[in-house]
């Protein structure tokens, strides 16, 4: 069982928009603002997509963005895209002694 | 652009150690922490550990035992180590740059290799 909990899927139709939620405690996601988000399609390497809760790497669209309130942090994808179809995982720093914590993954369906 | 490329054996018996190399390419090896993620066939992301280019380490407690992460950086280089491996050890093993917070370690990576596959089995 992850540490953090996101939701197994999710789907949605081209041009909408989506959430995918990842909560955890005020030991880790609401404790810190170190929330970061991969996207990873089948067989390639993770994708670092959001970091420090809402700062997108150079090169990321600007269509991913993400939140964070309490112990739930939040990516919204907007304008959703065929490409946009993925695995995606949040990662949080934690106080405890685990050294980070990942969510178990959300696939994103686009329909 | 920076780059990571993972090399080791792709078969490792049980009960002995798996051994990967992560080449740093693009840039230096230096003020950055490095790290190694894994992922289990059809399964989640876990967090191995971490070494800044120091020297200093922090590693999962629930692999702390078997594993040693080190740093060359006269080749650009780091490396992993885990012993006695068996098969729950099976997993693409990933090298990752981090970006980090002094005091607190790392909180994001930011550059990852494309992986390399390790089974364990005899």
């Known amino acids: 069982q992850s540490a953090l909990t996101q939701p197994a899927s999710v789907s949605g139709s081209p041009g909408q928009s989506i959430t995918i939620s990842c909560t955890g405690t005020s030991s880790d996601v609401g404790g810190y603002n170190y929330v970061s988000w991969y996207q990873q399609h089948p067989g390639k390497a993770p994708k670092l997509m959001i970091y420090d809760v809402s700062n997108r790497p150079s090169g990321v669209s600007n269509r991913f963005s993400g939140s964070k309130s309490g112990n739930t942090a939040s990516l919204t994808i907007s304008g959703l895209q065929a490409e946009d179809e993925s695995d995606y995982y949040c990662t949080s720093y934690t106080s405890s002694s685990t050294l980070a914590v990942f969510g178990g993954g959300t696939k994103l369906t686009v329909l | 652009q920076v780059q990571l490329q993972e090399s080791g054996p792709g078969l490792v018996k049980p009960s002995e150690t798996l051994s990967l190399t992560c080449t740093v390419s693009?840039?230096?090896?230096?003020?950055?922490?490095w790290g190694w993620i894994r992922q289990p066939p059809g399964k989640g992301l876990e967090w191995i550990g971490y070494i800044y280019y120091s020297g200093s380490t922090n590693y999962n407690p629930s692999l702390k035992s078997r594993v040693t992460i080190s740093v060359d950086s006269s080749k650009n280089q780091f490396s992993l180590k885990l012993s006695s491996v068996t098969a729950a050890d099976t997993a693409v093993y990933y090298c990752?740059?981090?970006?980090?917070?002094?005091?607190?370690?790392?909180?994001?990576?930011?550059?990852w290799g494309q992986g390399t596959l390790v089974t364990v089995s005899s």
């Open positions: 693009g840039g230096s090896i230096s003020s950055y922490y």
């Open positions: 990752a740059r981090g970006l980090g917070v002094r005091g607190l370690g790392v909180t994001t990576f930011d550059y």
